[in-house]
């Protein structure tokens, strides 16, 4: 869906003549978790899209498929996110015209996408987004995460946002290389579930994604069930200190 806030950063020509670039997000989408499994790479976020702090979207798909070995998922700005795709479109049709029998792995993305996010910091005209690249290219699996500045690593397991306070936590505690499909999809739906409880930003609308040397799927939209009726849910206020 293709959002207008891409008009809301585009440079705008002010009194005196200068450009002035917008600073701060407009749409934004909350919490994207990834982490390798048996077969592949697992990736999960909701489907919500933020305006401030109204939920103005329902259904914005932050995972994306980039070639043939890669999955992209994104936490952030959405029309920077779609900025991007089209970035990776570019080079994605560019390695394929060297018709070589060649294409570019999830570690090549990774490495793409932290430069162009390093490059866009440094001009002070950020692209506000956190971004989660996994993929499997010859039977390796690959993970890793880059921050609007361009701060990036790997590992077994990465989130965005609230994830990376909440559900990480969870998957240091319970994550194993060994995992089937369906214990990893268990594991992120417990991720999510807390999330939904505790981030206001995020809806109960999910798609789960994953990647093996076969390709890649993406789930259809879906909720969790969920239980409201928790003491600490019906009077979050009680025994706050300060508190109203």
């Given at each position: 869906m293709e959002l207008q806030t891409l008009a809301m950063k585009d440079a705008t020509i002010v009194d005196d003549g200068t450009t002035e670039r917008t600073s701060y997000p407009y749409v934004t989408g909350t919490s994207v978790?990834?982490?390798?499994?048996?077969?592949?790479v697992i990736?999960?976020?909701?489907?919500?899209?933020?305006?401030?702090?109204?939920?103005?979207?329902?259904?914005v798909e932050r995972i994306k498929p980039i070639g043939k070995h890669s999955l992209l998922g994104a936490s952030g700005e959405i029309s920077d996110f779609q900025e991007i795709l089209r970035y990776l479109d570019e080079l994605i049709l560019y390695d394929n015209m060297w018709d070589d029998g060649n294409s570019l792995g999830p570690k090549e993305v990774h490495n793409y996408l932290t430069r162009v996010m390093y490059n866009r910091r440094n001009k002070f005209d950020p692209l506000w987004n956190s971004l989660v690249l996994g993929g499997v290219k010859n039977g390796q699996k690959y993970l890793g995460m880059v921050s609007m500045n361009g701060t990036h690593f790997e590992d077994n397991h990465v989130a965005t946002g609230f994830g990376n306070h909440l559900a990480r936590p969870i998957l240091r505690a319970e994550w194993h290389e060994d995992l089937s499909f369906e214990e990893a999809v268990k594991l992120m739906e417990k991720c999510l579930l807390v999330l939904l409880y505790r981030d206001r930003s995020a809806i109960n609308k999910f798609q789960v994604a994953k990647i093996t040397e076969e390709g890649v799927t993406i789930s259809q939209p879906y909720a969790l069930k969920t239980y409201w009726g928790f003491s600490a849910f019906q009077n979050p206020s009680k025994g706050a200190v300060g508190s109203w």
């Open positions: 978790i990834g982490m390798k499994y048996k077969e592949g990736m999960a976020a909701d489907t919500g899209g933020s305006y401030g702090s109204t939920l103005r979207y329902k259904s």
